[in-house]
């Protein structure tokens, strides 16, 4: 029997935001999501590179256009290479990308296709694209996503430190003679059972 680990975490976010309206919007959303257990505000690139040299965020939600394209790109570029493991989710419009679309040419042609989640859109269709932003950060950080944590939910995260701090890792045992997609049935069963278990006994 091998074992395997998957944690079950909290997303730590920064919004990377030019324009302090917008940026403040997202973050009301974000509170109410019970994926994200913290969020930081950096109202410029700098700002955002101090957090990420903490070791305090794992997800950057980056005003693309806002801080102009050179200067994000380079801010991309860097973070990539210096750590590799956090996510990128582009708060902007498409439109901009069509407007802009001869920019991303060459060694940025990869940008369209990051994480996007539009500045102008509103209502159920922003909340549904800003869900499936997360789940893709969830996934490719290597999280899990019990039950217990799905949805937008309202959560206490924002006034209880223990929402920033519990982060847990639940260790299971697979048979190694399992097909993939039996075992990745078994793991999603099991881990929302040990997290459920453990969220319990933290409370």
């Not at 030019?18 to 930081?40: F, K, P, T």
């Amino acid at each position: 029997m091998a074992d395997v680990t998957i944690s079950a975490k909290l997303l730590r976010v920064i919004i990377c935001d030019s324009d302090r309206v917008a940026g403040a919007q997202l973050r009301l959303e974000l509170s109410h999501n019970r994926w994200v257990g913290a969020i930081y505000d950096a109202d410029s690139i700098a700002a955002a590179k101090t957090i990420l040299a903490d070791g305090n965020a794992d997800v950057v939600f980056l005003d693309l256009f806002g801080f102009g394209l050179y200067e994000s790109y380079d801010f991309i570029a860097a973070v990539r290479r210096k750590y590799p493991e956090v996510v990128f989710a582009l708060h902007a419009d498409d439109s901009m990308f069509e407007e802009k679309k001869s920019f991303f040419d060459g060694v940025r042609s990869r940008l369209p296709d990051y994480y996007r989640l539009a500045r102008h859109q509103e209502g159920v269709d922003r909340t549904v694209a800003l869900q499936k932003v997360l789940e893709h950060c969830l996934f490719d950080l290597g999280y899990s996503v019990p039950e217990d944590l799905s949805g937008c939910q309202d959560h206490s995260c924002a006034a209880d430190p223990r929402g920033i701090s519990r982060i847990e890792e639940c260790s299971l045992s697979v048979d190694p003679g399992e097909t993939w997609p039996h075992l990745a049935l078994n793991l999603v069963a099991r881990t929302r059972t040990d997290f459920s278990n453990w969220l319990t006994s933290s409370l």
